[in-house]
């Protein structure tokens, strides 16, 4: 089963958008300030290490090989801590000056401890350490710095430490870092050949931003979240609306106006769709009255034809008469069914689709058609009764009249009942199955009334199904016969279904 983990409504899909938007965006700052941020500390750690490792450096430089050896050993043993960039600045200057070359002598001050209060507000500090990654212009930044400050005459080389262990002059930045961080040895050779080794540690923590930074970009991803999800429900619920009245409207067009709200563009859809919606009634009304005038016109020369042609002598000539004005009577009533199916003010009842078609194989009993019914639907169908006891009596008509006889089936599956009518018949060609639903369509050439029937019951059927939200499909049987497919929503309005009081066990799909 494939998972699907993208949201499937518009809404839905509007939230998970922006918010994904949002929070890249917001990711995308971040992430830039923190690098910039990472950048500057860098480059500031970069000057205060040139500048120490070239103050040393100057320092060793015109030392006789047993001071320089004596002041290196100094250094390894005291590593000064870092106490503020400008105070350890005059450490180093007081430690420098008051060097005593003789053996014994003190080469700088001891390491001075972090004021309580200075450790207290670092440990307390509102700063938040972004990882970032170590920037690549490090090495060369570091080592371009250093050859200016020293000159040509000095070689400089940077590494990763290869033996941490190994003695080294620690030499420290701005800003000390906690526990352990990345070690790197500098390498100065002199211009006598003397190389001193530098040893200095990269923070590890990343760029430090400030808690309220983070706490004002939390606070706008909300704000902009709620102005959001304003946002989008304010355009897809009109859009809701609209589609539930669409579906209405295939089965009532008599269904209140849409309230235009919105956007400017849902504005004119509403706008757009009840005027359609006036347009489509206006249109139906009209139609309806002009086919009960025809109708009711129709009736007086129809009687005065039949009353001439019962006064004919001749009976050959009476009965091919009579045969065409039940034809065009037929005509007549099937278009006036057909319509009717259409626009309809039935209401909406509860019915019992076994009480019905056991009631129509009864009918049908008695005029020589044989119905099987097989299955029992479980609960029962909101619709209109007499315009579904029109679709189901064409489908078992044209299933008796085409296959001498008819087999229905009742299956009950989740919200929707399914009822399927066979017949033994020769079936329709694959190319027909569609337009026999087209209203005067048969599928004989011959137009003959007494096979092909009006073309009409077929069309009030799929009519009848779709104004009830369901739909009809025919298919060829396997073997042979056809298949006329009904499913109809139990409820159309997605409330509580009635339960039919005699249970029934639903049949195995085919």
């Given at each position: 089963?494939?998972?699907?983990?993208?949201?499937?409504?518009?809404?839905?899909?509007?939230?998970?958008?922006?918010?994904?938007?949002?929070?890249?965006?917001?990711?995308?700052?971040?992430t830039?300030?923190?690098?910039?941020?990472?950048?500057f500390?860098?480059?500031?750690?970069?000057?205060?290490?040139?500048?120490?490792?070239?103050?040393?450096t100057?320092f060793?430089q015109?030392?006789?090989?047993?001071?320089?050896?004596?002041?290196?050993?100094r250094?390894?043993?005291?590593?000064?801590?870092?106490?503020?960039?400008s105070?350890?600045?005059?450490?180093?200057?007081?430690?420098?000056?008051?060097?005593?070359?003789?053996?014994?002598?003190?080469?700088?001050?001891?390491?001075?401890?972090?004021?309580?209060q200075?450790r207290?507000?670092?440990?307390?500090?509102?700063?938040?350490?972004?990882?970032?990654?170590?920037?690549?212009?490090?090495?060369?930044?570091l080592?371009?710095?250093?050859?200016?400050?020293?000159?040509?005459?000095?070689?400089?080389?940077?590494?990763?430490?290869?033996?941490p262990a190994?003695?080294?002059?620690?030499?420290?930045?701005?800003?000390?870092?906690?526990?352990?961080?990345?070690?790197?040895?500098v390498?100065?050779?002199?211009?006598?050949?003397?190389?001193?080794?530098?040893?200095?540690?990269?923070?590890?923590?990343?760029?430090?931003?400030?808690?309220?930074?983070?706490?004002?970009?939390?606070?706008?991803?909300?704000?902009?979240a709620?102005?959001?999800?304003?946002?989008?429900?304010s355009?897809?619920?009109?859009?809701?609306?609209?589609?539930?009245?669409?579906?209405?409207?295939?089965r009532?067009?008599r269904?209140?106006?849409l309230?235009?709200k919105?956007?400017?563009?849902?504005?004119?859809?509403?706008?757009?769709?009840?005027?359609?919606?006036?347009?489509?009634?206006?249109?139906?009304?009209?139609r309806?009255?002009?086919?009960?005038?025809m109708?009711?016109?129709?009736?007086t020369p129809?009687?005065?034809?039949?009353?001439?042609?019962?006064?004919?002598?001749?009976p050959?000539?009476?009965?091919?008469?009579?045969?065409?004005?039940?034809?065009?009577?037929?005509?007549?009533?099937?278009?006036?069914?057909?319509?009717r199916?259409?626009?309809?003010d039935?209401?909406?009842?509860?019915?019992?689709?076994?009480?019905?078609?056991?009631?129509?194989?009864?009918?049908?009993?008695?005029?020589?058609?044989?119905?099987?019914?097989?299955?029992?639907?479980?609960?029962?169908?909101?619709?209109k009764p007499?315009?579904?006891?029109?679709?189901?009596?064409?489908?078992?008509n044209?299933?008796?009249?085409?296959?001498?006889?008819?087999?229905?089936r009742?299956?009950?599956?989740?919200?929707?009942?399914?009822?399927?009518?066979?017949?033994e018949?020769?079936?329709?060609?694959?190319?027909?199955?569609e337009?026999?639903?087209?209203?005067?369509?048969?599928?004989?050439?011959?137009?003959?009334?007494?096979?092909?029937?009006?073309?009409?019951?077929?069309?009030?059927?799929?009519?009848?199904?779709?104004?009830?939200?369901?739909?009809?499909?025919?298919?060829n049987?396997?073997?042979?016969?056809?298949e006329?497919?009904?499913?109809?929503?139990?409820?159309?309005?997605?409330?509580?279904?009635?339960?039919?009081?005699?249970?029934?066990?639903?049949?195995?799909?085919?």
């Open positions: 089963m494939r998972l699907n983990l993208w949201p499937q409504s518009l809404f839905q899909r509007l939230i998970a958008a922006l918010a994904l938007a949002v929070l890249l965006a917001q990711g995308a700052a971040l830039l300030m923190a690098r910039e941020r990472e950048h500390i860098l480059q500031v750690n970069v000057r205060e290490w040139s500048r120490r490792i070239a103050e040393m100057a060793l015109p030392l006789e090989p047993a001071e320089r050896t004596e002041a290196v050993s250094l390894l043993a005291q590593p000064r801590r870092l106490d503020g960039a105070r350890l600045r005059s450490v180093e200057a007081r430690s420098l000056a008051r060097l005593d070359p003789a053996p014994g002598a003190g080469l700088i001050d001891p390491p001075l401890p972090l004021p309580r200075a207290r507000r670092a440990l307390t500090s509102p700063v938040v350490f972004v990882p970032v990654p170590l920037s690549a212009d490090f090495e060369s930044s080592k371009q710095q250093l050859q200016v400050a020293l000159g040509p005459a000095y070689q400089v080389a940077i590494s990763p430490a290869r033996q190994a003695a080294a002059i620690p030499v420290t930045g701005p800003v000390e870092p906690e526990g352990t961080g990345r070690l790197y040895d390498d100065v050779r002199f211009p006598d050949g003397y190389t001193a080794v530098f040893r200095l540690t990269r923070q590890p923590w990343g760029a430090p931003l400030s808690r309220n930074l983070l706490l004002n970009l939390g606070l706008l991803i909300v704000v902009m709620i102005a959001l999800y304003l946002t989008a429900r355009i897809t619920r009109p859009l809701s609306e609209l589609a539930a009245a669409a579906d209405n409207l295939g009532d067009t269904q209140p106006k309230e235009e919105g956007a400017r563009e849902l504005r004119n859809a509403a706008r757009a769709f009840n005027t359609m919606q006036d347009r489509l009634r206006r249109y139906l009304d009209s309806t009255r002009v086919l009960a005038a109708s009711h016109d129709l009736k129809l009687t005065r034809l039949r009353l001439h042609v019962e006064t004919l002598e001749d050959a000539v009476q009965a091919r008469f009579g045969k065409e004005l039940d034809e065009m009577e037929s005509m007549v009533r099937g278009a006036l069914g057909l319509f199916g259409l626009d309809d039935e209401a909406l009842t509860a019915i019992d689709v076994n009480a019905l078609l056991v009631t129509l194989q009864s009918e049908l009993a008695e005029m020589g058609g044989q119905v099987r019914i097989e299955g029992r639907a479980a609960h029962a169908l909101t619709g007499q315009a579904i006891r029109r679709c189901l009596t064409n489908l078992l044209n299933a008796i009249k085409f296959g001498s006889c008819a087999s229905v009742i299956e009950e599956s989740s919200a929707v009942l399914v009822i399927r009518v066979r017949d018949g020769p079936g329709i060609p694959p190319e027909e199955l337009r026999v639903f087209e209203p005067f369509y048969r599928v004989e050439s011959s137009r003959n009334r007494d096979t092909g029937g009006t073309g009409l019951g077929l069309s009030i059927a799929r009519d009848i199904t779709q104004a009830h939200g369901g739909s009809l499909v025919l298919r049987l396997p073997e042979r016969g056809l006329a497919l009904l499913v109809l929503p139990l409820d159309l309005h997605r409330g509580s279904r009635e339960r039919l009081p005699a249970p029934g066990s639903l049949s195995a799909q085919a």
